[in-house]
């Protein structure tokens, strides 16, 4: 499932060719995709302008001039496909909803596996969406800081892998981003959220903020479904220090360890067993 660093390129790529622009027309070509879509979406949608987009963890919001807000989630196979308007050639398969620009872009919200959502709600009432309600703090803010995660942190008795994957903790973080984290910062995937010390939760949010910010800027990870709103495959697969990479020289220890991979509640958990303590 695309994470923070996925979904914020797409949003971007979006807001190029939709900021400001008035759909001249749009489409849904099924009732929805997990759940149902909004009653009448296509219609509120048709003369609508984009005054806007924000991201809330691994959801998209477009907001419209008027108040409306779309939220868009890409779910685990979800993609956005801008193409020139007018083009003769077939829709994508699996095209499910399609907005088409007065500036001559046509965006399809292209889910084989349909677990993806898209929904409308008034843009004041964003965060008590039942999607959106409950979700912790931004990791890239300002304010997410060392006091800020240490206080979610104290007392878990939850190892700090599954922690950080507690969206009520820190919004947007997923299992790539999180076995990233942990390394840069030097902590074992098995520790105890609650018995991290101080120094560790500081390098623990510096290290979630250095490799979200480094994913962003390399357009996020393709490692099978995800590709940017241009269609390109993301680039910060390539820069992966253990993620995935079982076996290999542990970038920080050389041929003293390799990476080790572990399962934690279902998931993939990849860390050096010598450096992460």
Not at 1 to 24: F, W
């Amino acid at each position: 499932m695309p994470e923070l660093p996925e979904v914020e390129t797409v949003m971007r790529g979006l807001a190029k060719v939709l900021d400001g622009q008035q759909i001249h027309q749009a489409a849904v070509n099924r009732e929805g995709l997990r759940w149902a879509f909004p009653p009448g979406l296509a219609q509120r949608l048709t003369g609508a302008r984009v005054s806007g987009f924000r991201r809330r963890a691994k959801y998209m919001l477009m907001r419209l001039e008027g108040g409306d807000s779309v939220l868009i989630h890409l779910g685990m196979s979800g993609r956005m496909i801008i193409t020139p308007a007018g083009m003769n050639t077939p829709p994508p398969k699996h095209e499910h909803l399609v907005m088409v620009t007065g500036g001559g872009q046509r965006v399809g919200f292209v889910d084989p596996r349909r677990f993806g959502a898209v929904d409308l709600m008034r843009t004041e009432e964003e965060d008590r969406h039942k999607l959106l309600a409950g979700l912790g703090p931004e990791p890239l803010d300002e304010a997410f800081d060392a006091k800020v995660l240490g206080a979610a942190l104290a007392g878990k008795k939850t190892p700090i892998k599954a922690a950080l994957l507690d969206q009520r903790i820190v919004a947007g973080l997923g299992n790539i981003y999180v076995s990233e984290a942990l390394f840069r910062a030097g902590i074992s995937p098995t520790r105890l959220a609650g018995a991290i010390s101080g120094p560790g939760v500081k390098r623990l949010v510096e290290a979630i903020k250095e490799v979200l910010n480094q994913a962003i800027n390399h357009g996020g990870s393709t490692l099978r479904d995800y590709v940017q709103a241009d269609g390109e495959i993301g680039g910060f697969q390539d820069l992966f220090l253990v993620y995935d990479r079982e076996g290999e020289p542990c970038p920080r220890c050389g041929a003293k360890s390799s990476i080790s991979r572990i399962v934690q509640a279902g998931r993939s958990t990849f860390f050096c067993a010598r450096c992460q303590k």
